[in-house]
């Protein structure tokens, strides 16, 4: 499975943005897919995830303001950002996996991330 994360950008706080996670293969509808972001000096941290029926997991410094969906038939996963905040700025990886468990341990597949950033 290859991984392509795109829609990044600059925004305002405030902002959206709607960052979107192809995926290549003919399994990706099994996968529990991730975003994960790390930020400048900080660790990799959670974001969210989504099981294959669409199960979602949020962080709880999103909660409430970002939103997974995936579409099967176009093999993608969206992540949803709105009222972005500066502390949001990082940069945005999809992973996909056959559990929650596999890409929470940085298993499984992943994408090169796209960057964020949200001016004050």
């Known amino acids: 499975v290859q991984l392509q994360a795109s829609g990044g950008g600059l925004v305002q706080a405030g902002g959206s943005l709607r960052l979107s996670c192809a995926a290549s293969?003919?399994?990706?509808?099994?996968?529990?897919m991730g975003w994960f972001r790390q930020a400048p000096g900080k660790e990799r941290e959670f974001v969210g995830d989504?099981?294959?029926?669409?199960?979602?997991d949020y962080a709880d410094s999103v909660k409430g303001r970002f939103t997974i969906f995936r579409d099967n038939a176009k093999n993608t996963v969206y992540l949803q950002m709105n009222s972005l905040k500066p502390g949001d700025t990082a940069v945005y990886s999809c992973?996909?996996?056959?559990?929650?468990?596999?890409?929470?341990?940085?298993?499984?597949?992943w994408g090169q991330g796209t960057q964020v950033t949200v001016s004050s």
């Open positions: 992973a996909a996996g056959q559990s929650i468990a596999t890409i929470h341990r940085g298993a499984g597949y």
């Open positions: 293969g003919r399994t990706f509808s099994s996968y529990v």
């Open positions: 989504i099981t294959w029926n669409g199960i979602t």
